[in-house]
């Protein structure tokens, strides 16, 4: 006897004027067995234990006169896939992906499979060790211009970014040509001018480096910046796959921290009839595949998404799932200070600022930006209004006043 344990389950949210029942069976065999009605009777006995099965259609709007729409919910057997995500994937949206305004929305996936994928290896609390923050957000700060610059150069910015007393500086996303300063140099440079900013001030701070080239050679590099003193890994995850963040993760000799970057994610999520839910691809997946912070945007930036699927995403990455640890959520784009008492207000403590421009293009320069932040997030955690705030904090004040606030929406702290 199957239980729902044995599938994993895809939602669909699915427009068109279809019997909704009728289609759900298609997909339910097609995407399985591949027929039913015609096979033989031993045929069958053989393909049951293959064979998909609808578990709910949910019709979202039978009387109006909008596009009918319903949520689909499919079981897929698990003795059809391998544990991984290119194998989930296929089965259950595959060439469905492609037969109209259909859209995956969620994946249930039972305890069974979930123990054969790595999650994060540190997460939120192991993140905190490391770095000896434990009452406030997190800030990080963005490599910014460093295409084509020579390494002196960019130690010089590496140097005034944590001078603003940020916890993490990453690499740009897009820091593939790194003809000027190799990645090796940037680790090695990097990481003595954290440890000699631990040694004099006691702030310990990480630097991801971004994992490049040929996918075959990712998990040996990443390997090898381990070993040669790298403090924490990025990875452009949608570009490369989830299955090598998967392979990254899982590896026991891979034991720093991994940042999931979400480039190239808007390919899917942002159409409400096509490809993946934001909470499902930033969320749930990213996790599931070893991410340990996850950078998604806000709901409040330039790049923005609206704001229940930013919730969603930071649910999806640390909600108790009694597998995995949860992941740091990292809301990003267009970051500002203004914007920090209404991230706190949505976020609690456990989530990550990342900005950019945000903290280099402040007007005392990269440094100034960091204080500023640093002192929007401990007003923020101590019930003080900006406008209090920055009575006593000159960099606060001064990027208030370029870029402004952001008042937070009036609901309760996550």
Known sequence: MTTDQDYVIATYLIHGHFDFHKKAEEIAVGLTVGSWTQLPKAKKEQMRPHLGKVIEVKVLNDNSDEIPKALLMIGYPLVNMNPDIPSILTTVFGKLSMDGQIKLMDLHIPD???KQFPGPRFGIDGIRRLIGVNDRPLLMSIFKQCIGLPLHELENEYQNQIDGKVDLVKDDEIFFRDDYAPALKR??????????QMDKTG?????????????????????????????????????YGFDVLHRIAADPDVNIPIIAHPAFTGSFYPSPYYGLSAPLLLGKLMRLSGA????????????????????????????????HRPAFPTPSAGI????????????????????????HGHPQGTSAGGKAFIDAIKAAVSGLSLEKAVENAPELRSAIQKWGALKPWK???K
Do not use: M
């Not at 200070?337 to 903290?359: H, K, R, S, T, W």
């Open 187 to 196: 680790i090695d440079s990097f990481e003595k001018r954290n440890q000699h």
């Open 336 to 359: 500002h200070p203004g914007l920090v008492p209404a991230l706190y207000q949505d976020l609690g403590e456990n989530f990550i600022i990342n900005a950019g421009g945000g903290i």
């Open 292 to 323: 340990d912070i996850v950078l998604y945007p806000s709901p409040y930036g330039s790049v923005a998404i609206p704001k229940d699927e930013a919730l969603n995403i930071a649910k999806q990455l640390n909600c108790p799932n009694n597998i």
């Open 112 to 114: 069974s499979l979930l």
């Open 203 to 239: 702030k310990k701070v990480l630097y991801a480096v971004n994992l490049t080239g040929p996918v075959t050679q990712l998990v040996e590099q990443a390997k090898h910046f381990c070993q040669v003193g790298a403090s924490c890994l990025l990875l452009n995850v949608a570009p």
């Open 411 to 413: 609901h309760s702290k």
